[in-house]
């Protein structure tokens, strides 16, 4: 129904920054909250940034506030994660994901996932 393209990552030193991008494509008329996730080798996958539909609303987890920020342009049904001062442990795979519920419950996961996006920050 919805197919999520993350065409981004790549390796930084540390606190270099950092820009990725998901492209939606599919059925994307509606309402969807998008989000960011990532999973760290091994880690359980952590929730990190989302955006509600029309951009008006943010939330990110603490590990990461002040340093990255999401953002989304409807026109190019894509979202982006910009990210600076970057840290090792920022090291992980980075998913998005499309939400159709409510905003807050994105952070529990959405009903759409993008294939990942490797993301290495090497000290």
């Known amino acids: 129904q919805v197919q999520l393209v993350e065409p981004g990552g790549g390796s930084v030193q540390a606190g270099g920054p950092l820009r990725l991008s998901c492209a939606a494509s599919?059925?994307?008329?509606?309402?969807?909250?998008m989000g960011w996730f990532r999973r760290a080798p091994g880690k359980e996958r952590e929730f990190v940034a989302a955006t509600s539909w029309t951009g008006g609303m943010t939330t990110y987890a603490d590990s990461v506030k002040g340093r990255f920020t999401i953002s989304r342009d409807n026109a190019k049904n894509t979202v982006y994660l910009e990210m600076i001062s970057l840290k090792p442990e920022d090291t992980a795979i980075y998913y998005c994901?499309?939400?159709?519920?409510?905003?807050?419950?994105?952070?529990?996961?959405?009903?759409?996932w993008g294939q990942g996006t490797q993301v290495t920050v090497s000290s």
């Open positions: 599919g059925r994307t008329y509606g309402a969807y909250a």
């Open positions: 994901s499309a939400h159709g519920g409510t905003f807050i419950s994105i952070v529990r996961g959405g009903d759409y």
